[in-house]
């Protein structure tokens, strides 16, 4: 990361698995919506681990970027063997990319070996993954003060809620919206990473008042006085929502799209609140309706059973004297 293109591939990535878990949650909960259960990860029908071996195959080639290709050197440490200064930002980001690779390793292997809590240690995983991602982007040896920290505290959010929704779907793996909100979240933050790094590393784009300062062997976003550092955050801010508004735009929409295309392969009687209304009102109209019934059947049926058996009575003893 720190460049363009280091934001952009990881993001992308992160867009990626985020769009495709959305789209196959959508899919699943539309055909078996009594039945559904929530996965961690989606099987494709040519290559069963064609998503984890994605995942390992992206963090890899972060982990080459950050320590061996991006240096000058083509190594991260200094002559006596220490970690120097303007690298550090390089093993925090690497440490990100270890633990995802960490996370799709073993998902392979839980599948694999089947144990009886494969999928709540899947999710585990993940959840440690999304955690150290909030906790390094917290504690970032990069600037928190500038338009950069700016944008890394609104990413924190948005891992967060990752974080949280993947730690919840452990107890409850039947939640369609738990997996919902977390493929949305994940689609998000690749989105804003891609956000990042071109509003961050595009000269055209930077805000008014500020420029591209080379510091510690990357460019970072300064500005010229803090009335233009408030104007640029103000900026990152209104940015931040419009993105928001239109990512929930888009995954209604997708939810909505997907729900017709897959009707339910299960029976399910959904009734809406006009019908409930129309479906009491009609009963109130039947249970007027039997009440007057009952009262005519009283009315005609009370007349000759309260007559005819005190006749027959009282005509048996005079039968009996003749």
Known sequence: MGTLIGHVAPGFGFFVIGLWHLINHIRLHSLHPKSYTSLPWFPTSKFKYLELFLIMAGCTASVSMELFIGPEKHQPFDPD???PSNHLHNFEHSNISLTFFVY???SIILDKVQPPAKYGLTLFLGAIAFGQQFLLFHLHSADHMGIE?????LLQIVIFVSLFTALLGIGYPKSFLNSFVRSVSIMF???WLMVMGFMLWTPELIPKGCFLNLEEGHQVVRCHNNEALERAKS???IEFSWYLIGVAIFSMSLYLAIFKLF???EKVDYQSLSKFEIQDDDEEDDDVEAQKSINNNKVVVDQPRSFLPVGKS???PADMER
């Open 104 to 106: 799709a390793l073993f």
């Open 314 to 316: 009282f005509a048996a």
């Open 235 to 237: 900026l990152v801010n």
């Open 81 to 83: 063997g220490t970690i």
């Open 189 to 191: 933050q690749g989105i």
């Open 263 to 265: 009707p339910a392969e």
């Open 149 to 153: 920290g700016q944008y890394h505290w």
